[in-house]
């Protein structure tokens, strides 16, 4: 017994799989998949008192010890990242309006952009300038 035991816990955990024991001595072998789940890089909003995650493809707030994720004109809320969501009945306790961060983030890229670019020619005319006058002599 103590064998087969030990070969269950061992293949279990080999496997990624989760043994439940039931009353009456059984055992019941559930397959998960390899899940890991890490929290994701949040940035903090002053303006908003809110953290966001940094990734503009999704909208999910983490506001006092819980996260608020706004999808397809619904708001969820959760305890922790990975879940489980529930459906938020009525409107989140964050000030900020649903879109508004990705607005703030392309609007800030756009900007950080325009800030290259002239950098960028700004360069290049200095360049121009002192190649104009300091020509190496040959």
């Known amino acids: 017994m103590k ?23 059984t055992a019941v072998i559930v397959d998960t998949p390899n899940k890991i789940v890490v929290n994701p890089r949040v940035i903090y909003v002053p303006r908003y008192d809110v953290y966001v995650i940094d990734d503009d493809r999704v909208e999910v707030y983490k506001y006092k010890n819980k996260w608020y ?7 969820y809320v959760a305890e922790r990242y990975e879940g489980p969501w529930i ?9 900020i309006p649903p879109g508004q961060l990705r607005k703030m983030q ?31 002599d040959d």
């Open 3 to 25: 064998k087969f035991l030990f070969a269950l816990i061992f293949g279990s955990i080999a496997t990624s799989c989760v043994v439940v024991a039931r009353p009456g001595g």
């Open 69 to 75: 994720w706004y999808r397809g004109g619904v708001w």
């Open 87 to 95: 459906i938020l009945r009525g409107e989140p306790p964050i000030a």
């Open 106 to 136: 392309v609007h800030e890229r756009n900007e950080e952009r325009k800030f290259f670019k002239e950098l960028e020619k700004e360069r290049k005319r200095e360049e121009k300038e002192w190649k104009k006058h300091n020509k190496w």
